[in-house]
């Protein structure tokens, strides 16, 4: 048997996005979650059926779906 070479052809790991990975995660079916925009400040003007909405989590587009995924390769 030969030894293994120590420039065999592996692919390079893939590095996560830092700042996505902060932002977005998996579901058990591999769908993208992401939280909503707007509910940091200025919130007095906002009726409380909007914050209660901005509260909850959205899903990913179909659009945005490859490229988020790309960035959160192991999540």
Known sequence: ????????KKMPKLKTHSGAAKRF????????????TKTRHILSSKSPKVKRKLGKSAIVS?????KVARMIPYA
């Open 62 to 66: 179909d659009g945005d779906h490859a």
């Open 1 to 8: 048997m030969e030894p293994k070479s120590k420039t065999s």
């Open 25 to 36: 995660k998996k579901t058990g079916t591999g769908k993208i979650v992401r939280g909503h």
